[in-house]
């Protein structure tokens, strides 16, 4: 079986999928606290429980691949993997295979996750489309009808943005960031709820929309023919709902992209050394 990790500044995702069937099948996946201070055996012991809850065990893991954007992981992660599964992983880095021209500035900048999100978006619904991961930061990430990643953008997550309001704000108290029943709040929990939620996704919402603006004047795309735009990431499933762009929730995104960049980089990757 093979083991997708998804390394992100406040969650790790984890799935597990099984290969040697006519089709890959997802058989158990983990959204985690991502630890920056863990050590090797703390993440050991963490990773072998969570595989015994499912009846489970790390000597069915026959390989690995990581995306990480947490760089200080990195070197305890590949020791968890050779110690704890006896398998040398396949991280997300320049040079891996990608088979999607990215027609950026300097590729190696993008981050290991968006990557994913990309092969893994296009691989299933096609081009052109627009991938939108709520994640710490939320990126947004745009791919042609040919499969080639144009660029995207970057803003602070909500979860950012409400952490600024509350930290510099002496007087406003941290509240539960939710959907509020209307936008006219009547006190100021419902004030914050609404101007977090409504205007985290009035910005969703204006990046999108400039996006296709600019994808119908350089691409020759037809304005009025929706694209594809699908959401994934921690909080996609609360603010995708009342977007007017967003058609499609995929929880699995980037797991999925990871899958598929290791079948494209499948080689007899050796166990232990």
Not at 203 to 229: H, T
Request: aromatic share 8%; hydrophobic share 40%.
């Amino acid at each position: 079986m093979l083991l997708a990790l998804d390394v992100g500044n406040t969650n790790t995702t984890l799935g597990l999928y099984k290969l040697d069937g006519e089709k890959p099948e997802l058989a158990a996946n983990w959204r985690v606290t991502t630890h920056r201070a863990q050590t090797v055996d703390e993440y050991g012991v963490f990773f072998v429980n969570l595989f015994e809850m499912h009846g489970m065990a790390p000597s069915q893991v026959t390989d690995i691949i990581i995306a990480s954007v947490v760089p200080p992981v990195d070197s305890t992660l590949r020791q968890v993997c050779e110690s704890y599964f006896n398998i040398e992983p396949l991280f997300v880095e320049p040079g891996i295979k990608t088979g999607m021209t990215l027609l950026i500035d300097n590729p190696s900048e993008l981050g290991a996750d968006r990557i994913a999100d990309c092969i893994a978006a296009y691989e299933r619904y096609g081009g052109p489309c627009i991938v939108v991961d709520f994640g710490t930061a939320t990126k947004f990430e745009v791919i042609s009808a040919r499969g080639e990643y144009l660029g995207g953008a970057i803003a602070p997550g909500l979860g950012l943005s409400a952490d600024a309001l509350f930290n510099r704000a002496a007087r406003l108290s941290r509240v539960d960031i939710k959907r509020p029943a209307k936008v006219i709040g009547t006190n100021t929990v419902g004030h914050l709820q609404s101007g977090l939620y409504f205007g985290y996704i009035g910005l969703v919402d204006g990046i999108i929309e400039r996006i296709i603006a600019e994808l119908s004047a350089s691409q020759g795309i037809d304005p009025g023919k929706p694209l594809r735009i699908i959401a994934s990431g921690g909080l996609a499933r609360m603010i995708a709902p009342d977007s007017r762009y967003i058609q499609e929730i995929d929880d699995l995104l980037t797991l999925d992209g990871l899958r598929i960049l290791f079948e494209r980089n499948r080689t007899a990757r050796p166990r232990g050394r």
